[in-house]
């Protein structure tokens, strides 16, 4: 049996100057620290191709959330194989925190423009 990676996905934006999105991506982050030896690195974000590979793996409720501007707290399945395969180990986690959505301005490609990130606020 595998372990449960927990963490949040949210669909991230970025704008033009306008106001209008110019591109976004949906984004996997987990909450707890994992190294992925295989990469040699402490990251553990996925990027979703689409709102139909959300809803394959958390549910079209979560889909939903996540496409109504949600920042949506949700646990992933590891199986044995992808540990295994990808020397996956959780090495730490924080004090409590939550997990929000913020905009920075941006420069280059749309000057004015903004793009959104996931920050971490301790409580």
């Given at each position: 049996?595998?372990?449960?990676?927990?963490?949040?996905?949210?669909?991230?934006?970025?704008?033009?100057?306008?106001?209008?999105?110019?591109?976004?991506?949906?984004?996997?982050?987990?909450?707890?620290?994992?190294?992925?030896?295989?990469?040699?690195?402490?990251?553990?974000?996925?990027?979703?191709?689409?709102?139909?590979?959300?809803?394959?793996?958390?549910?079209?409720?979560?889909?939903?959330k996540v496409v109504d501007g949600g920042v949506v707290y949700v646990e992933?399945?590891?199986?044995?194989?992808?540990?295994?395969?990808?020397?996956?180990?959780?090495?730490?986690?924080?004090?409590?925190?939550?997990?929000?959505?913020?905009?920075?301005?941006?420069?280059?490609?749309?000057?004015?423009?903004?793009?959104?990130?996931?920050?971490?606020?301790?409580?």
């Open positions: 049996m595998g372990e449960k990676m927990k963490g949040v996905i949210a669909e991230l934006k970025t704008r033009s100057s306008e106001g209008k999105i110019v591109d976004s991506e949906i984004i996997f982050e987990p909450i707890c620290e994992w190294y992925i030896g295989k990469l040699g690195d402490y990251l553990g974000c996925t990027k979703y191709p689409d709102i139909g590979a959300v809803i394959d793996e958390f549910g079209l409720d979560v889909a939903n992933r399945e590891l199986s044995d194989q992808e540990i295994a395969e990808k020397d996956l180990r959780q090495v730490s986690c924080s004090v409590p925190f939550n997990i929000e959505k913020k905009a920075s301005p941006i420069v280059y490609p749309w000057r004015g423009g903004s793009k959104e990130y996931l920050v971490k606020r301790w409580e």
